[in-house]
């Protein structure tokens, strides 16, 4: 069956600290991976997406993914939070640009 | 440009009662995708529509359906409501098949 998989439900960094959400996926053909982003009684903001190529592709905002088949594995990373990074965090696949599964989302709470 | 918007913002239906949202895609996009997002989860695929007709369906029941109007703009309509059809209601329209998905800020729905 096609999922995705955000096994950290709640995550709290201080400011300035590195951060990493995990995400893994199963889909049966080449997947495209994205990551949204969702603040407080928003929509989702696409954050960064990877379709073929250099698996480590970079985003807005700093971010950035990489992508390794082998642990069918999409994590996102940013080297230092800011305060307004704080929201939900969704990561989703698909067989193109829509229709898309998505991840029960890791929300991040930052400190200062 | 204008993005993706949606109405209502929020609404409120008592069990039995047919509802209908309404999106209007962002400049240029010919292709509507409608997504579900209960309360802590992650949105879930509901329908899309591509030139008028529907294009792809996730798991979700017939007393959800839709429309697309030849200006691209699109129409959620929900039967017979149910407690458990709560949730906030994202439209997300794109190029079809091409580069990314847009979203709009979603239309709370409550069913008491």
């Known amino acids: 069956a096609q999922s995705v998989t955000q096994p950290d439900i709640h995550i709290t960094v201080s400011e300035g600290a590195s951060l990493e959400l995990r995400c893994n996926y199963s889909y049966g053909a080449t997947p495209y991976l994205f990551w949204y982003v969702q603040s407080p009684g928003q929509g989702l903001q696409l954050l960064l997406k990877y379709f073929s190529g250099d698996t480590l592709v970079q985003g807005i905002k700093g971010f950035e993914a990489e992508f390794k088949r082998s642990q069918s594995s999409f994590n996102l990373r940013k080297p230092s939070v800011h305060w307004s990074d704080a929201a939900e965090y969704f990561c989703a696949v698909g067989s193109n640009t829509d229709k898309l599964i998505f991840g029960t989302g890791t929300r991040l709470q930052v400190f200062p | 440009e204008t993005g993706v918007t949606q109405s209502p913002t929020h609404l409120i239906k008592t069990r039995g009662q047919q509802v209908t949202l309404r999106c209007s895609s962002q400049?240029?996009?010919?292709?509507v995708s409608w997504y579900q997002q209960a309360l802590g989860q992650g949105p879930q695929f509901i329908f899309q529509?591509?030139?008028?007709?529907?294009?792809g369906r996730g798991n979700f029941p017939p007393r959800f359906s839709g429309l697309q109007f030849p200006n691209y703009s699109s129409e959620l309509n929900v039967n017979a409501l149910e407690l458990d059809d709560s949730a906030l209601y994202l439209c997300?329209?794109?190029?079809?098949?091409?580069?990314?998905?847009?979203f709009g800020p979603g239309t709370r729905l409550t069913v008491l």
């Open positions: 997300a329209s794109s190029f079809f098949q091409r580069d990314e998905q847009f």
């Open positions: 529509y591509y030139r008028e007709e529907e294009n």
């Open positions: 400049s240029g996009h010919n292709t």
